[in-house]
C-alpha cells in the first residue's frame, strides 16, 4: 500500500459488459470499503480500441465514415451504460471517481493503477478455460503479473 493511512486506500475497480466485473464491484463494496473510511473508490472502463480494415489485410471490408462513426457512437453508449450500472450499486458512497480509458485493457489498466496511485486492483474473472485463455489471452492474468499495486481477482460462483 501507499504511504497513505489504512482508512484512506485508493481501490481501482475494472468494469466492462461483463457480469463478472459488476459482481466483482458488488463484492468489493461488500468486503473491501468500510463504513465511514475515506477510501476512494475508481472506476475504471476501457474501451478497445477500434479494429482497423484495409482493402489490403483479406476481409475485403472497407467501411464508409458513417459505419464507422455508428461504431464509435455504439462503444459511447456502451461505455455510458457500464458506469451508469456501475454507478448505482455506488449510490451510498461520497469518494467515486469515473476514469475512461482507450486502447488495449491489459496495458491501459497497469497504467491507470500507476497513473491513479492506486492501492489495490480489483478485477473480475471471465472464467476462461486453459484453450480460451491461451487463445483470447487473459486481461486479468496480465494485470496481476504486471500492475504496479497488489491485484484482487474475483471469480463469479457457478
Given at each position: 500500500?501507499?504511504?497513505?493511512?489504512?482508512?484512506?486506500?485508493?481501490?481501482?475497480?475494472?468494469?466492462?459488459?461483463?457480469?463478472?466485473?459488476?459482481?466483482?464491484?458488488?463484492?468489493?463494496?461488500?468486503?473491501?470499503?468500510?463504513?465511514?473510511?475515506?477510501?476512494?473508490?475508481?472506476?475504471?472502463?476501457?474501451?478497445?480500441?477500434?479494429?482497423?480494415?484495409?482493402?489490403?489485410d483479406?476481409?475485403?471490408?472497407l467501411?464508409?465514415?458513417?459505419?464507422l462513426?455508428?461504431?464509435?457512437?455504439?462503444?459511447?453508449?456502451?461505455?455510458?451504460t457500464?458506469?451508469?450500472?456501475?454507478?448505482?450499486?455506488?449510490?451510498?458512497?461520497?469518494?467515486?471517481?469515473?476514469?475512461v480509458?482507450?486502447?488495449?485493457?491489459?496495458?491501459?489498466i497497469?497504467?491507470?493503477?500507476?497513473?491513479?496511485?492506486?492501492d489495490?486492483?480489483?478485477?473480475?474473472?471471465?472464467?476462461?478455460?486453459?484453450?480460451?485463455?491461451?487463445?483470447?489471452?487473459?486481461v486479468?492474468?496480465?494485470?496481476a503479473?504486471?500492475?504496479?499495486?497488489?491485484?484482487?481477482?474475483?471469480?463469479?460462483?457457478?
Open positions: 500500500m501507499s504511504q497513505v493511512a489504512a482508512n484512506e486506500r485508493r481501490i481501482l475497480v475494472a468494469v466492462d459488459e461483463g457480469e463478472e466485473s459488476i459482481y466483482a464491484l458488488s463484492w468489493c463494496l461488500k468486503n473491501l470499503i468500510f463504513e465511514n473510511s475515506k477510501d476512494t473508490l475508481i472506476l475504471l472502463y476501457v474501451k478497445p480500441p477500434r479494429a482497423v480494415y484495409s482493402a489490403f483479406g476481409t475485403g471490408y467501411f464508409s465514415t458513417d459505419v462513426a455508428s461504431m464509435d457512437k455504439y462503444k459511447e453508449q456502451m461505455a455510458d457500464v458506469i451508469e450500472k456501475a454507478k448505482k450499486l455506488c449510490n451510498n458512497l461520497q469518494n467515486v471517481e469515473i476514469k480509458g482507450h486502447g488495449d485493457p491489459r496495458d491501459v497497469c497504467e491507470m493503477t500507476q497513473k491513479l496511485g492506486a489495490i486492483l480489483v478485477m473480475g474473472s471471465h472464467g476462461y478455460g486453459l484453450i480460451k485463455r491461451a487463445l483470447l489471452g487473459s486479468s492474468n496480465h494485470c503479473q504486471n500492475a504496479n499495486c497488489p491485484v484482487l481477482i474475483v471469480k463469479k460462483p457457478t
